[in-house]
């Protein structure tokens, strides 16, 4: 797959979404504070998705990870008596990120049909969960009232301070999945190319599938923590399982060759849901529609197809696609993963 | 006594709707090895279909029952031969394609229907009371059609060339193909075969249920459930795991209540991804 240089996607992206804190300070228009929260929600959701399909997975669980998290920071907040910014979102990375160390210890080591299927189930399950734990999670009422979140013991009461938390909980994902996609970018790399082989030079694979996997999961809850923290409920419908498909959706179409990919992606499909929310039922149907285009069209997405032509355009040519610089990929990565 | 066999019953019942459906679904993974996400939108589409058909078009409900199963073969075997063929052997993007395929599905009939569920009823009704429990009726001709289903999938899959070409191509591709089979003409065979089962279902069992743009997500989940428990790409496995899908939910929702099966189903599937992972059936599905 084809990337601008070695981490030009991962430091793009953080000095983006790390110039989008100047976006609350140059206008106050609810349309754009709105738009803009939903989408450093939908980002940091769909890093987790991007995180997955780094290793040719593709989860449904982001919904389910993201109620964890959520829930996790609510419950704290409301018994808890906790409000630190810092304190919920490591909170609600961790909490999790727990849930996703067995089951991925369980589940990756089979083939990746079992993944999907499973993180298809497990979303549908939470809904249920949800409901029938109502002292826990206040069933189908949800959970209200909790406390405002502060920094530093300055309280983030007012439109603009919640979007700045926004803002910096998707930032951190951000850094994440940088940190996770550059520490690990030979073993991501050898398991997307060629598993098969990959294992056969000694890669422990589902050594490395378990750390992505857990990090997806803690990314999802921040994304949680984020959307609760934005409607000041916890709510079940704000998880529905069907929610499961736009993060797939931006994800994809953005691009999953890069990191840029689901942040442009994210970006630009929930700014155009916001502009035509009258007609919201057919959103979907227009993501399956995209979806469709890029697989059999334009494999790297947006993203991807961008820079494949401005690569074209400036005549910057690349071998790729031969098997040899894969081989030592793998090689490489099981050298020095033992 | 009269509610453990009537729950019985209906869990048969329900048992049989699960296996129409866990067939299609795994018998395009076991020959083709894709997963068909849309599976559950062709579900939906069988009984937009079969009401469509009553509704404006004023067949009875057996021809609609017929022509729904045809209309979504057709159009599973035109999506095979025109998209999913193109990248058969790349499991992600096919997972992508009938991912896409579905949503598409979900807002046409969003579309052209709208959001509420119309009024489609099941033209048999009434109850059969025998020694001292009872059943209904509607839930008897279902029952009944979805094993003449079931046994016909079976003589197709068994007792045909065409079966033989297809579990051939199902166990090894490579040999089937060198031998004479040719996966271009048989794979939207057996795409527009799963897809027709699932219209199928959708068209007997929508009736009885509810009608709605996004009735298919729940049945998908319990296709998923059902093929897991049996094993991949087993025909046997799936049939059985169906029958014991469906008892367990109609048994946990009368000593149970509310959605404890649903939860207990899916511990189950935990378990057996720890003790058995390949599942009770799991010797025909397809190594990595």
């Known amino acids: 797959m084809a990337r601008f240089s070695q981490f030009g996607g991962e430091i793009a992206a953080i000095a983006i979404l790390g110039l989008s804190f100047l976006v609350p300070f140059v206008t106050d228009s609810p349309f754009v504070y709105s738009t803009q929260n939903l989408i450093a929600v939908a980002v940091t959701a769909a890093f987790s998705v991007y995180i997955m399909l780094r290793m040719d997975l593709l989860t449904f669980a982001v919904p389910a990870f993201m109620a964890i998290g959520g829930y996790a920071a609510a419950i704290a907040g409301l018994k808890g008596g906790i409000v630190d910014s810092f304190a919920l979102t490591a909170l609600s990375f961790i909490a999790p990120a727990l849930v996703a160390l067995p089951l991925g210890i369980l589940i990756l080591r089979l083939r990746g049909i079992y993944f999907v299927l499973v993180t298809f189930l497990l979303t549908q399950i939470l809904q249920l969960l949800i409901f029938e734990t109502p002292d826990l999670t206040g069933g189908t009422n949800g959970l209200v009232g909790m406390p405002a979140t502060t920094l530093f013991g300055i309280e983030l009461a007012d439109n603009r301070a919640v979007l700045l938390l926004a803002i910096g909980v998707a930032f951190a994902a951000a850094v994440i999945t940088a940190l996770v996609s550059v520490w690990l970018r030979r073993e991501f790399a050898a398991i997307e190319e060629n598993e098969v082989l990959a294992q056969s030079l000694g890669l422990v694979v589902w050594r490395y599938k378990v750390i992505g996997f857990v990090a997806a999961a803690g990314l999802a809850g921040m994304a949680g923590f984020s959307l609760v923290n934005m409607l000041l409920t916890a709510h079940p419908t704000s998880f529905s399982p069907q929610s499961s498909v736009n993060y797939i959706a931006y994800t994809i179409i953005g691009g999953r060759g890069s990191m840029l990919g689901p942040l442009v992606g994210a970006t630009l499909l929930v700014w155009m849901s916001s502009i035509f929310s009258t007609h919201g039922e057919f959103s979907e149907g227009l993501y399956g529609l995209l979806i469709v285009v890029v697989v059999l069209a334009a494999r790297g997405g947006i993203v991807g197809t961008l820079a494949a032509g401005y690569r074209r355009l400036s005549g910057q040519w690349r071998a790729g696609g031969s098997a040899a610089p894969i081989v030592g990929t793998v090689k490489e990565a099981a050298h020095e993963r033992g | ?288």
Do not use: W
Not at chain 2, 231 to 247: C, K, Q
């Open chain 2, 1 to 288: 006594m009269a509610s453990f066999v009537s729950a019985g019953l209906i869990g048969i019942s329900l048992g049989a709707q699960y296996a129409l459906l866990a067939l299609g679904f795994t018998l395009i993974f076991g020959i083709l090895g894709v997963v068909n996400f849309a599976h559950g939108g062709f579900y939906v589409l069988g009984g937009y279909a079969a009401y469509s058909c009553v509704t404006f078009l004023g067949l009875p409900y057996p021809l609609a029952v017929v022509a729904a199963m045809l209309a979504t073969g057709a159009l599973g075997y035109v999506f095979e031969l025109f998209v999913v063929e193109r990248v058969v052997d790349d499991h992600l993007a096919t997972l992508m394609l009938t991912l896409g395929l579905y949503l598409m599905i979900g807002t046409g009939i969003q579309a052209v229907y709208g959001p509420e569920s119309p009024q489609f009823g099941f033209p048999v009704t009434g109850t059969l009371r025998f020694a001292g429990f009872y059943m209904p009726l509607e839930n008897l001709v279902v029952l009944a059609v979805c094993l003449v289903a079931i046994a016909g999938v079976y003589a197709l899959m068994y007792r045909t060339d065409l079966g033989r070409g297809l579990r051939a191509l199902a166990d090894n591709r490579q040999v089937a193909a060198t031998q004479g089979l040719r996966p271009k003409l048989l794979f939207p065979l057996a795409f527009a075969l799963s897809c027709g089962l699932a219209g199928l279902t959708g068209a007997l069992v929508t009736p009885i249920l509810s009608l709605g743009p996004l009735v298919g997500e729940p049945v998908l989940a319990m296709a998923f459930l059902t093929v897991i428990l049996g094993g991949f790409g087993s025909i046997i496995g799936a049939t059985v795991a169906a029958f014991l899908v469906g008892l367990i939910e109609a048994y946990s929702v009368v000593y149970l209540g509310g959605s404890k099966g649903a939860l207990a189903l899916f511990v189950l599937v935990l378990v057996v991804l720890i003790v058995r992972p390949s599942g009770l059936f799991g010797k025909e599905a397809r190594g990595a």
